[in-house]
């Protein structure tokens, strides 16, 4: 039984220098080729559906023309349980026709990637982009009847200071989205900002990123947006229902080039290139692809890992087990960095400053 489901659509048509995720260019035609793929792999999957959440992302998934994401959206399973279907979107690239689209297709959420609300920083990201072009974007989403905006944003930039970020923080936070995930820009390998990193020509500011850190809750809590996850914030009742899946070890399915499935202890990774896909699906009618076993011991560190981020954290059954972590977590709460709520261990805001380090002392 699939309750979730992620499609990747790898179309940028420019990509930004801090991105590490599979996207590339593509005209017309390829996308045409591409999204017959991809409903082959959808129409093709032999499993029972029982959709509550789909996520359409990349990727630009807003690059594609009305007609080909409608030819996505007739192809999808039955869509009378889905109660969130989010589509990213980037602002420089919303029309009419292609919100009909979304609509009729039956979006109920977009994902706004603004990324900055100020344009000097939107120009070092590489976005297409203005700062009044992202307002009166969101303006018109919400015109056109979609009452789930989440707004997508990033700090610790490049010379960005807690005063720059706290101007796009009010920015956004005047827009009164349902939802705003901010992201702390990290700087992965085989991306031109890391190239920038390793020889110096940037240097990360580890106060300052603490500092963006810890202004960002005390200015969202402002218009009622709530920290559910260490990056995420929502009104009460709009939690991304769907990551929430991802981040408790829900099983899904994902389609397209580098998407990746997880159901039970099995996970395979649709490999991440979009000619051999589109290929391989018209020839032999499923993606090449790299398995892996879930074993018990990756299971838990990932249900660590993440549920350390989360509002809810991590359960203390656990632990139950093994006994050679009561020492560790003794330690966290000495100092400061975890506590006990009910039946979870939750990282304190001190310790969400330091959460992937503190995930690593267990494993």
């Given at each position: 039984?699939?309750?979730?489901l992620?499609?990747?659509?790898?179309?940028?048509?420019?990509?930004?220098?801090?991105?590490?995720?599979?996207?590339?260019g593509?005209?017309?035609?390829?996308?045409?080729?591409?999204?017959e793929?991809?409903v082959?792999?959808?129409q093709?999957?032999?499993?029972t559906?029982?959709?509550?959440?789909?996520?359409?992302?990349?990727g630009?998934?807003?690059?594609l023309?009305a007609?080909?994401?409608?030819?996505?959206?007739?192809?999808?399973?039955?869509?009378?349980?889905?109660g969130?279907?989010?589509?990213?979107?980037?602002?420089?690239?919303?029309t009419?026709?292609?919100?009909?689209?979304?609509k009729k297709?039956?979006v109920?959420?977009?994902?706004?990637?603004?990324?900055?609300?100020?344009?000097?920083?939107l120009?070092?990201?590489?976005?297409?982009?203005?700062?009044?072009?992202?307002?009166?974007?969101?303006?018109?989403?919400?015109?056109?009847?979609?009452?789930?905006?989440?707004?997508?944003?990033i700090?610790?930039?490049?010379?960005?200071?807690a005063?720059?970020?706290?101007e796009?923080?009010?920015?956004?936070?005047?827009?009164?989205?349902?939802?705003?995930?901010?992201?702390?820009?990290?700087?992965?390998e085989?991306?031109?900002?890391f190239?920038?990193?390793?020889t110096?020509?940037?240097?990360?500011?580890?106060?300052?990123?603490?500092?963006?850190?810890?202004?960002?809750e005390?200015?969202?809590n402002?218009?009622?947006l709530?920290?559910?996850?260490?990056?995420?914030?929502a009104l009460?009742?709009?939690?991304?229902?769907?990551n929430?899946?991802?981040?408790?070890?829900?099983?899904?399915?994902?389609?397209?080039?580098?998407?990746v499935?997880?159901?039970d202890?099995?996970?395979?990774?649709?490999?991440p290139?979009?000619e051999?896909?589109?290929?391989?699906?018209?020839?032999?009618?499923v993606p090449?692809?790299?398995?892996?076993e879930?074993?018990?011991?990756?299971?838990?560190k990932?249900?660590?890992?993440l549920?350390?981020?989360t509002?809810?954290?991590?359960?203390?059954?656990?632990?139950?087990s093994l006994?050679e972590?009561l020492?560790?977590?003794?330690k966290?709460?000495?100092?400061g960095?975890l506590?006990e709520?009910?039946?979870?261990?939750?990282?304190t805001?001190?310790?969400?400053?330091v959460?992937?380090?503190i995930?690593q002392?267990?494993?």
């Open positions: 039984m699939v309750e979730h992620y499609l990747h659509i790898p179309f940028c048509a420019k990509v930004c220098p801090y991105c590490s995720f599979y996207v590339h593509g005209g017309v035609g390829k996308q045409e080729r591409f999204v793929a991809l082959r792999e959808i093709a999957a032999k499993v559906w029982n959709l509550k959440t789909i996520f359409i992302g990349g630009t998934p807003s690059m023309s007609p080909l994401f409608s030819r996505i959206a007739e192809a999808l399973p039955a869509l009378g349980g889905v969130e279907f989010t589509l990213e979107v980037n602002p420089a690239t919303v009419d026709k292609k919100v009909e689209a979304w297709g039956g109920t959420r977009i994902s706004l990637g603004v990324q900055s609300f100020r344009d000097p920083e120009k070092l990201l590489g976005r297409q982009h203005s700062s009044n072009q992202a307002c009166q974007t969101y303006h018109e989403l919400r015109d056109y009847g979609f009452k789930n905006l989440n707004i997508d944003l700090f610790g930039l490049p010379d960005q200071n005063d720059h970020w706290r796009t923080l009010e920015i956004a936070t005047s827009l009164l989205p349902n939802h705003l995930s901010a992201y702390q820009l990290t700087y992965e085989d991306t031109p900002f190239e920038k990193v390793s110096g020509a940037i240097v990360p500011n580890e106060f300052q990123r603490q500092e963006m850190f810890e202004i960002t005390e200015i969202l402002r218009v009622d709530q920290r559910y996850e260490i990056s995420n914030f009460l009742g709009n939690e991304s229902k769907h929430q899946a991802y981040w408790s070890g829900k099983n899904y399915l994902g389609f397209g080039p580098s998407a499935s997880t159901i202890s099995s996970r395979w990774t649709n490999f290139d979009t051999a896909y589109i290929q391989s699906m018209m020839s032999l009618g090449q692809r790299e398995r892996e879930i074993t018990a011991e990756i299971f838990w990932e249900r660590v890992m549920g350390l981020r509002r809810e954290g991590v359960a203390k059954t656990l632990f139950n006994p972590h020492i560790t977590l003794e966290l709460v000495e100092e960095h506590q709520r009910g039946d979870s261990w939750v990282l805001a001190q310790g969400q400053l959460a992937d380090s995930a002392s267990f494993f």
